[in-house]
């Protein structure tokens, strides 16, 4: 999948120091390339990836992709309904079981559960049917060059260089229009760090070989921070009235205390305290689906920093490690692009930084949401509705 733009902040955590650049961004492209290779050679980068880069163009279609992000402006529940699919359920469980010595592997080395590497493989590429028709290079060339966001894209170009140097991957290798590659969707600097031979080959192919893609995932799972054999969320049954300011992903508390507020399982049951804290996130409110958050699922936001699609990832990966369908409950009308819009305006107008007027709920907007919510005396949970834009 292709649902990136959102997630590239957290790639700097692992991305390969480079040498100081004489230019980031912008003026002549050819020009600005040179200086791209200078940087390279000093890096080591030889004949095959300096030519790769002089080849290299630039992509309108990239630059046009990274402007374009609608689909986040679904809610929680549209996404996961589209996402979530039949299809990628079964086809998940085949794949488990087809390559169940392989996720085996990849659970005992990296202790990375296989529903979680499966859940990753399902939304990127479908098992890697569609990878991406994007020239890689020429796509981070052109967004490295762009200057609306150009660090965290610049960061992959000689890792990038580096793979193709060394022949790991073709000049004109495909993928994603912000530079992943494979079954998984890699970028150059994990695939550079994490990649693991998991077929014994001598090489690291995580465009064909499934072995290779799942130790790989495994690794870069682990390298997040990923806690072996703890869970990653839990879907809850919230009671009417609780402390809502206590609500939220960062906000991990006992589970003894979730309960102490009402919180149950979904069929009513109590919560089983193991000794975890977790968080209470609702995605769509305080009367829409309702999930415990812990430690691993922070890892999921270092994937993709869209709230929307780690839930729903994380979600898959419940899914197929056994866990029912989400109960969607009765969430308030949430508000339409345009809508949103004019609130993040008045969020803006009252001093928040919301990022980008761009009608996407994101993080930022979340959380301002939350304390203009608190101000006005109304329950905290983060969702936008008419009442509160009304009362802005």
């Keep these: 999948m292709r649902l990136r733009s959102q997630a590239l902040a957290a790639l700097l955590l692992c991305a390969t120091a480079l ?92 202790g990375v559960q296989a529903p979680v590497i499966t859940a990753f493989w399902a939304l990127e590429t479908d098992f890697g049917a569609v990878q991406g028709d994007f020239h890689t290079l020429s796509a981070l060339v052109t967004l490295s060059h ?134 209470l996130a609702l995605p769509m409110g305080r009367k829409g689906p309702a999930f415990l958050t812990y430690d691993n699922f922070d890892v999921y936001l270092e994937w993709n920093q869209s709230f929307t699609y780690a839930l729903t990832a994380a979600n898959l990966a419940a899914r197929l490690a056994g866990a029912p369908p989400l109960d969607p409950r009765n969430p308030e009308q949430g508000l339409n692009n345009e809508q949103m819009k004019a609130l993040q305006t008045k969020l803006e107008g009252r001093g928040y930084d919301v990022g980008t007027v761009d009608g996407i709920l994101g993080t930022n907007t979340r959380e301002a949401i939350r304390k203009e919510q608190m101000r006005l005396g109304l329950p905290v949970d983060g969702w936008p509705t008419t009442e509160l834009l009304a009362k802005l």
């Design 19 to 110: 040498p100081a650049m004489a230019q980031e961004c912008g003026g002549d492209f050819e020009t600005w390339k040179q200086g791209v290779a200078a940087e390279a050679k000093a890096a080591g980068v030889g004949a095959a990836g300096l030519d790769a880069l002089e080849d290299a163009t630039f992509d309108e279609r990239a630059l046009a992709r990274d402007r374009a992000q609608g689909v986040f402006t679904q809610t929680f529940i549209e996404f996961s309904n589209r996402m979530i699919s039949a299809y990628r359920l079964k086809q998940g469980a085949a794949n488990m079981k087809k390559y169940a010595d392989v996720f085996a592997r990849a659970d005992q080395q990296f």
């Design 146 to 279: 762009d200057c609306r966001r150009p660090q965290l894209f610049r960061q992959q170009l000689v890792p990038l260089l580096e793979l193709i140097d060394r022949g790991v991957l073709p000049a004109d290798v495909k993928g994603a229009w912000a530079g992943e590659i494979g079954q998984t969707q890699i970028l150059p600097s994990d695939y550079l760090a994490r990649g693991v031979d998991g077929d014994g080959d001598g090489k690291i192919d995580l465009r064909n070989s499934v072995p290779d893609v799942i130790m790989t995932t495994a690794n870069k799972v682990l390298s997040r921070g990923w806690k072996r054999d703890e869970p990653w969320i839990q879907e809850v049954r919230v009671p009417d009235e609780m402390p809502w300011d206590q609500t939220g992903r960062t906000n991990k508390l006992p589970l003894t205390q979730w309960a102490q507020w009402g919180v149950t399982n979904p069929d009513g049951s109590p919560l089983v305290d193991k000794g975890l804290k977790a968080g």
